[in-house]
Nanobody
Framework: QVQLVESGGGLVQPGGSLRLSCAAS????????MRWYRQAPGKERELVAH????????NYAASGEGRFTISRDNAKNTVYLQMNNLKPEDTAVYYC????????????WGQGTQVTVSS
């Protein structure tokens, strides 16, 4: 079965950096684009970044543009989110997402990893 396991969250001061990882299994990772979402308390889950199956194209929400970098290692079945210059408003639970299967993809989520930006 599809499994997504996030890691790398934690407490960081404003201006600091974190690198999140998402280890995927149960599907052919290199076939699918991957996404990072986040959800802050009292807010809806929002898309943070997307990367295509080969890693050739990446897209970012305006909130992370220029500070966040999504990447992937298809040999390790892992997608990453490098977050620099973190701000208190980046505080959220970050989720890895995969849409797997054809013709109607199923939506899969990891358990999430908490990122807290605070001094």
């Amino acid at each position: 079965q599809v499994q997504l396991v996030e890691s790398g969250g934690g407490l960081v001061q404003p201006g600091g950096s974190l690198r999140l990882s998402c280890a995927a299994s149960g599907f052919t990772f290199s076939y699918y684009g991957m996404r990072w979402y986040r959800q802050a308390p009292g807010k809806e889950r929002e898309l943070v970044a997307h990367i295509t199956s080969t890693g050739g194209v990446t897209n970012y929400a305006a909130s992370g543009e220029g500070r966040f970098t999504i990447s992937r290692d298809n040999a390790k079945n892992t997608v990453y989110l490098q977050m620099n210059n973190l701000k208190p408003e980046d505080t959220a639970v970050y989720y890895c997402n995969a849409r797997v299967g054809l013709p109607q993809p199923n939506n899969y989520w990891g358990q999430g990893t908490q990122v807290t930006v605070s001094s």
